[in-house]
């Protein structure tokens, strides 16, 4: 199933792409999308569902952000080894975890509004998982069985904020509109294997990103189990797995990002996001 949020910002509908890739509104169904509403169990109850009895929206205007709230927005840093290197940073020995704020969820096609005093604003393409069903201490052959499903992320950063400041790299990474999520939160049955999936990010109609997530030094079973060492992770939290090369902190010299500047983020099988860069308000 490829599940979405359609209509003004903070007055989405909860709907569903049917097979011919026409949205259906779920909203007689679901009251949103969002903690246990995208539980495993939950979603077995869509797709129960007739979509043929459901309205067919003939036009859903804005793309929310797939999900309507997270209860943690965890993330992995450099999780590509290229990335690493282009960081000046080590290949990590074990999964690098961060968070942001819930507060920065976007919609897909939403602008990015910089935060005041920024001048090292970046880009990243990232594989998000979504959780099903509260997960601790959970096996690695086990872990997929935790998934509800997938979505593209773009990993929104302020480099100088993540990185010349004291403190953990939250600062950077939590912006309001820096974790556009979606278009679609797409079900894991409908992904077999995420290891497989090409990511790439255009900027300005340039593609600076351009890769897959079999280069990522850990999988998705792997973070899934290594984080469930050290937290339980609840249905509806997104995790955000990492982001290949071509980022702008890499390049010689250094780019980052300017109001007008446009980013296009795609995630295979999971959607493409549009986003303006605006100034800050």
Known sequence: MKLLRYGPAGQEKPGILDAAGKV??????????????VSLEALDRIREIDLGTLPVVSEPGRIGACLAWVPNFHCVGL?????????????????????KATSALSG?????????????????????????????????????DYVAGYCTVNDVSE???????????????????????????????????????????????????DSNTSDMIFSVREIVSYM??????????????????????????????????????????LGSQKQKVVAPV
């Not at 909203?27 to 509403?37: E, L, Q």
């Not at 995790?239 to 296009?264: C, H, Q, Y």
């Open 24 to 37: 259906r509104d779920l909203s007689g169904m679901v009251p949103d999308f969002g903690g246990a509403t």
């Open 228 to 269: 469930s060492r050290f937290m339980k992770l609840l249905p509806g939290d997104i995790i955000a797995t990492g982001t290949p090369s071509g980022v702008g902190l890499g390049m010689n010299p250094p780019r980052f990002l300017k109001p007008g500047d446009v980013m296009e983020v795609h995630v295979e099988g």
């Open 79 to 99: 999780n590509y080894t290229k990335h690493a290197e282009e960081s000046g940073m080590p290949i990590p020995a074990e999964p690098i975890l961060f968070n």
């Open 108 to 144: 897909p096609n939403d602008d990015v509004v910089l935060l005041r005093d920024s001048e090292r604003g970046d880009w990243e393409v990232e594989l998000g998982v979504v959780i099903g069903r509260a997960a601790h201490y959970v096996s690695e052959e086990e872990a997929l």
């Open 159 to 209: 480099r100088e904020f993540q990185m010349d400041h004291l403190g953990q790299w939250v600062k950077g990474k939590s912006g309001p509109t820096f974790g556009p999520a979606g278009p679609w939160l797409v079900t894991a049955d409908e992904i077999p294997d995420p290891q497989v999936l090409r990511v790439s990010l255009d900027l300005n109609g340039e593609t600076v990103q």
